[in-house]
Nanobody, 122 residues
Framework: QVQLVESGGGLVQAGGSLRLSCVAS????????MGWFRQAPGKEREFVAA????????RYIDSVKGRFTISRDNAKNTVYLQMNSLKPEDTAVYYC???????????????WGQGTQVTVSS
């Protein structure tokens, strides 16, 4: 059973930055494509970004391209999301999970962590 623990969220003004972290345990982390998802109030959870196990291939949704950067440290079983130039519409609870593919962005694991709240004020 995989365990995912997200951290790093907070309240920030528009234009600010945050760096999210997700520590995974229970599986061989380096074998998996990993990604970030988010769920805004009243909306379904959506895919945000993902990267291949080798750290080279990455994919982002259009609304975060050029502002967010996903990275990983396989030795620490950790995936990061650096978020710059934050906008109020980025407000959501952010989650990490494995992904089945970079193209589809479907979550791999049934279990989700508690997420980390990101709130961007205007």
């Amino acid at each position: 059973q995989v365990q995912l623990v997200e951290s790093g969220g907070g309240l920030v003004q528009a234009g600010g930055s945050l760096r999210l972290s997700c520590v995974a345990s229970g599986r061989t982390f380096s074998n998996y494509r990993m990604g970030w998802f988010r769920q805004a109030p009243g909306k379904e959870r959506e895919f945000v970004a993902a990267m291949h196990w080798d750290g080279v291939s990455k994919r982002y949704i259009d609304s975060v391209k050029g502002r967010f950067t996903i990275s990983r440290d396989n030795a620490k079983n950790t995936v990061y999301l650096q978020m710059n130039s934050l906008k109020p519409e980025d407000t959501a609870v952010y989650y990490c999970n494995g992904v089945l593919s970079l193209i589809g962005g479907q979550a791999l694991f049934d279990a989700w962590g508690q997420g980390t709240q990101v709130t961007v004020s205007s």
